[in-house]
């Protein structure tokens, strides 16, 4: 088992003691504006002492107390800006007996407080917090009395604590987005400086609600002897024949003793185990490492690999034959690594979980909401299953939001997603003072403790869009012009230590079996970041940038694409939740409110991508459809594209899964957690056996992509129809597919598959068959979808007596088939959606809704791209 750490024993823990005890202080809390704060004078309601939430935020808590607007709601965010630019004072009181003013330490611990915080217990200045992404543990006995206590919390707005003192500096840093509001100048953004949520400050895809408040929980935690502040598995080596661990255990005792600690687990097929140790404390600090193994473990595996099999461990640290603390942990046993070999096309970008090379398949995640406390343990599993369901493997947590909750990352571990974790950087410049480092580093050390035991993380990276940033945009590349070489080095080599030293470091010593990577995206400093050849890449010429066509999405092959995205609409019933009728136009103001890119020029973007590839929209409803195909269309054509590519591409995470708020953004699921015809879309191009079909320049290759681990013996079959069913010719083929690969398996010019046909009327079908029976199939068709002579398909949706199912058919073929049941369940889920029907077929799909069956018979409609579009002459 190896030898525990030796500590010199001093004088012995005292013989009677009591464990750990917590008091919760989240009960009782009033709020109002802090005295002398100047926006009183327009809202003196705010002035009184109201009702507050902990955790919470204060504009929640207006909110509840009817002092502000929903800002989700129309145009009613511009209505709630006064509340973060004002200082807000909060306070509870609460009781303390003599047991725990008799215990040895008593701590005040808030694990989040946001952001500039000045706590006072009692009449007595506690600590004055300065990072959201913080735990604040103070000793509070002393201060302490038995009886009523009163705790009070100032908060000051970080815009109004930070623009007087940024105003007076020589430049601001180069930053994201500017206010809309006024609340500060253009180019003068207070969100660099501080250690807070950047997406709060307003992004392209959500509203600007800089919060302020108690964040996260508030506790007394008394104790005597020792307290357990840390219990983690290390896991050094884990391989198939053995898994070599530690028990590492972080103990704060009173003074010198002698402790044991016991350990036990259970295995995922039930069996336990367990190691008893005699462990030596000193005074202080003390770090325990209790070595031991497991034999052929059972392993953590990612989604399509294996089971993600987690191991449950618990440990008791008792004195004197007294369990003092205990703690659990819940953990998968993987090996992983972040593989970059030279090859042909430069260097590798791979997961590699087990030893098994895994093509990452997934989405970005933003925040679910502007208010983290309004996120539920439900949002939260409803979008992991959302995930899986869409066959991904890996999301992106973004470095622009917060270190998501925990249920979040232990939903992933149960459901095999991989998760690749900024720290929370997202895109400006930062700082490159000795101090501001030091505070991140604490915020890390923190974090990375807190996750470490999450099997799903499998890199720790350190910013999104820092480093390229610095290299490419504008923003920068002007600053470094006005500011002179001398100061634009300094800032650099301040990226640079934040980057490439302090956080690899934090993740080297807390986490050494994740890997750690500076930037998203970056070479890890071999040279430029955001090049096709090395690391990971993000892709925006489709969209921004050059607003280049989807096709353009075939012209670059990078080593893993960490970024791409389309916009799109969400459905009609959300839009319907925050806005008026009147409302639903592009050019709406109100519309324009919630489209957040371009300063809500954006809308006119989308509606001439769907043009382009469509045609003019025959209304807004039409739009919204097209729109949302659009963008599934596009968004698949670059995954299959980059899994087509396997093993010179080995990445797909798209922009973006989920909504902040309801809005016209990138995401594939809306806010309210409603699917968009990309999140239908992914569930296919992201299936473990996917055929490939991608025509370009009049030239279709196709592709057998596999993520089975073992070779597969599977059919090809090539079919030529007209729309209307008539049949031109069909064909079989043998194809023997590589285990974990993408088996090429023909290419076909436009001329070999039409025969003479007419392009505008014929469309191509590919299936990957086993036993006879489709798995995959993908249709090609000729030109672009405005210039197809799309026959009416003869669309039928009957739905079953029950409810639970609708089957849906086609005369002729129906591109892009839709089902919905409007208003009457916007929240309805279907096994499929936004599909292709070919002539005679029909399909019948699951209906998972609480609605009544005759009301949703009623509200069913079902469409498709024929007819969507104004007739051209």
């Known amino acids: 088992m190896g030898a525990l750490l030796a500590l010199v024993l001093a ?29 009183a004078a327009a809202h003196p309601r705010a002035a009184r002492w109201l009702p507050a939430s902990v955790p919470g935020t204060v504009q929640t808590d207006l909110m509840a107390a009817k002092l502000l607007p929903d800002p989700y709601r129309r145009d009613n965010e511009a209505k709630i800006q006064w509340a973060g630019l ?90 994201e987005f500017d206010s809309a509001f006024g609340d500060e100048p253009e180019g003068k953004q207070t969100a660099n400086y501080v250690r807070k949520a950047a997406y709060q400050y307003g992004w392209d895809w959500g509203p600007r609600i800089v919060t302020e408040g108690i964040w996260k929980g508030v506790r007394l935690e ?64 003390n770090e325990v490492s209790l070595p031991f193994q497991i034999a052929h473990p059972e392993r953590w595996w990612p989604v399509g690999y294996g089971k993600p099999n987690l191991y449950d461990f618990h440990v008791d640290v008792a004195l004197h034959g007294e369990v003092m603390a205990s703690a659990d942990r819940e953990t998968g046993l993987r090996s992983v690594e972040l593989r970059r070999q030279k090859d042909p096309w430069g260097k590798s970008f791979a997961f590699v979980v087990n030893g098994v090379p895994i093509f990452a398949k997934g989405a970005n995640v933003i925040p679910l909401d502007s208010f983290p406390n309004r996120v539920t343990t439900a949002r939260i599993d409803a979008m992991l299953q959302s995930a899986r369901d869409a066959n991904m493997n890996m999301l992106r947590v973004w470095g622009g939001g917060y270190y998501l909750e925990d249920a979040f990352y232990a939903e992933a571990d149960k459901l095999g997603l991989m998760v690749w974790q900024d720290f929370m950087f997202g895109g400006a410049i930062t700082p490159y003072d000795q ?39 504008d923003t920068s590349l002007d600053f470094q012009a006005r500011q002179g070489k001398a100061e634009s080095a300094r800032v650099e080599q ?26 998203t995206p970056s070479s890890d400093y071999d040279g430029k970041a955001n090049v096709l050849d090395d690391g990971d890449y993000h892709y925006w010429n489709v969209w921004s940038g050059k607003a280049l066509p989807p096709t353009a999405y075939l012209d670059v092959t990078p080593r893993f694409q960490s970024e791409y995205g389309l916009q799109s609409f969400p459905s009609l019933a959300t839009l319907h939740s925050v806005l008026a009728p009147a409302d639903l136009d592009i050019d709406s103001p109100v519309l324009r409110a919630h489209q957040k890119f371009d300063k809500g020029r954006g809308s006119r973007r989308l509606l001439m991508y769907v043009e382009r590839e469509y045609g003019k929209p025959k209304d807004f409803a039409s739009l919204v459809y097209l729109s949302q195909v659009m ?56 299936a473990p056996l996917r055929v490939v079909a991608i025509r370009k320049d009049g030239k279709t290759q196709v592709s057998l992509v596999s993520d089975r681990t073992v070779p597969l013996d599977a059919e090809l079959r090539v079919r030529v129809l007209d729309m209307d069913g008539k049949p031109r010719w069909e064909r079989t083929q043998d194809v023997r597919v590589a285990a974990l690969a993408s088996t090429p398996a023909g290419s076909y010019a436009d001329a070999q598959l039409l025969h003479g046909a007419d392009p505008r009327r014929t469309a191509a079908v590919f299936e990957w068959l086993e036993h006879g029976k489709p798995v995959s199939r993908h249709l090609v068709y000729f030109d672009d979808a405005k210039k197809l002579a799309l026959p009416d398909p003869g669309l039928k949706a009957v739905l079953s007596a029950d409810g639970r199912s609708v089957t849906v058919s086609a005369r002729q073929l129906a591109r892009e088939v839709w089902v919905d049941f409007g208003d009457v369940d916007p929240d309805a889920r279907l096994s499929d959606n936004a599909f292709d029907l070919l002539p005679g077929e029909s399909v019948t799909l699951h209906v998972d809704s609480t609605a009544d069956p005759a009301a949703l018979r009623r509200a069913l409609t079902v469409r498709s791209l024929h007819g969507a579009t104004v007739a051209t002459p």
Do not use: C
């Not at 004088?11 to 750990?20: D, G, I, R």
């Not at 992404?133 to 970080?158: C, D, I, Q, Y």
């Not at 490439?500 to 930037?519: E, F, I, K, N």
């Open 631 to 686: 963008q599934a269309e596009g968004i698949q054509l670059a995954a299959e594209h980059l899994r087509a590519s396997r093993p010179r591409s080995m990445g797909s995470l798209y922009w973006q899964l989920d909504d902040v708020w309801p809005g016209v953004t990138w995401s594939s699921i809306d806010y309210y957690g409603r699917w968009k015809a990309l999140q239908y879309h992914a569930k296919r191009f992201y």
């Open 11 to 39: 004088a012995p823990l005292p013989v009677m003691a009591a464990s750990l005890v917590t008091q919760a202080l989240d009960a009782n809390w009033q709020f109002r504006l802090a005295p002398g704060d100047s926006h």
């Open 86 to 175: 004002a200082d807000w004072q909060y306070r509870t009181q609460f009781e303390v007996d003599a047991a725990t003013l008799a215990r040895r330490q008593v701590d005040l611990v808030f694990d989040g407080l946001d952001t500039f915080a000045d706590v006072s217990l009692n009449g007595h200045r506690l600590l004055a917090a300065d990072n959201m992404f913080r735990r604040w543990r103070v000793p509070a006995k002393a201060w302490l009395h038995a009886g009523t206590n009163t705790l009070e919390v100032t908060l000051h707005s970080p815009i109004a604590r930070l623009q007087p003192w940024l105003l007076k500096q020589p430049y601001a840093l180069p930053g």
């Open 435 to 473: 101090a501001f480092r030091d505070n991140v580093r604490a915020e890390a050390v923190q974090q990375v403790d807190r996750l470490r035991d999450h099997p799903s993380i499998v890199v720790w990276v350190g910013n999104n869009e820092v480093e390229t940033a610095w290299e490419s945009w």
């Open 222 to 285: 008394s104790w005597d002897a020792l307290r357990l502040a840390d219990f983690h598995i290390a896991q050094p080596k884990v391989d198939a024949d053995v898994a070599r661990l530690q028990a590492q255990l972080r103990l704060a005792a009173d003074a010198a003793g002698q402790v044991r600690v016991t350990l036990r687990w259970r295995a995922p097929d039930g069996g336990a185990q367990s190691l008893m140790r005699e462990v030596a404390l000193k005074a202080g600090d």
């Open 494 to 519: 301040g990226m640079r230590e934040l980057f490439d030293h302090t956080l690899r470091d934090v993740v080297a010593t807390q986490s050494p079996g994740v890997p750690y990577w500076p930037s």
